[in-house]
């Protein structure tokens, strides 16, 4: 990806940071438009108006900020479009956040896309219009084969376009995808939480963001 992309995508994120460590946070709805979906530990809302107002309810104090902590970028299915996930820390708690970035045009872009997630609130948050039970059956099968004997079996689960991203190192295609997931120690995934989102209008696409625990054969930690 080339490197205008990732500045573009940067100085999207520090924006973001600086404005919602602000007394301005309301003001965060600029980088959204009327077709965006947010969601906030389980709670979702659709449209610039009712975002904003929701962004201003955030309980979380404008003097906290923001620690990144990793960030990782992919391409998104929509033309054009990022898809950008953050992990880090905010007022001492650990938070994950995943934006999917569309080009407005005009050489940036807004966020169509955002999911939040630091605690439990509403774990199951994907809606059976979206075809959420649907959802929830493909991760609880896709873990359960990442954690079983038979982990090569998610390549079935990836297409020629497909990209993997673990610990900062991209894998493109299936056979790069197998490569590295048969590299992986034995593990065990807990899902804690699941939200479901449209992605640009495309009901056949949907994001789909998962959080929860990790624990790896031999090591002692989650």
Same mark, same amino acid.
Request: net charge positive; proline share 4%; hydrophobic share 40%.
């Given at each position: ?132 039970? #649907? ?63 449209? #992605? ?23």
């Amino acid at each position: 990806m080339c490197l205008c992309v990732w500045l573009a995508c940067g100085c999207s994120l520090t924006r973001y940071s600086a404005t919602f460590s602000s007394a301005k946070r309301a003001d965060l709805a600029a980088m959204y438009q009327d077709a965006s979906t947010f969601s906030f530990e389980g709670t979702t809302l659709k449209g610039k108006a009712a975002i904003a107002g929701a962004l201003g309810k955030i309980p979380i104090p404008a003097t906290e900020k923001h620690r990144f902590v990793t960030s990782d970028l992919q391409p998104s299915p929509s033309a054009g479009a990022l898809l950008c996930m953050v992990t880090g820390d905010i007022a001492k708690q650990k938070f994950t956040q995943v934006f999917q970035l569309v080009p407005t045009g005009t050489g940036s872009y807004y966020i169509h896309n955002d999911v939040f997630r630091a605690g439990g609130s509403n774990p199951m948050n994907a809606p059976k219009e979206l075809g959420g039970e #649907v959802a929830a059956a493909f991760v609880q099968h896709y873990y359960a084969t990442f954690d079983g004997a038979k982990r090569g079996d998610l390549v079935k689960l990836y297409g020629a376009g497909s990209m993997l991203t673990f610990e900062d190192k991209s894998f493109k295609g299936p056979e790069a995808i197998l490569k590295r997931l048969g590299e992986l120690p034995a593990t065990t995934h807990t899902v804690t939480s699941l939200d479901l989102q449209q #992605v640009s209008g495309d009901t056949k696409v949907l994001l789909c963001v998962a959080t929860g625990k990790l624990k790896i054969e031999g090591s002692t930690n989650e």
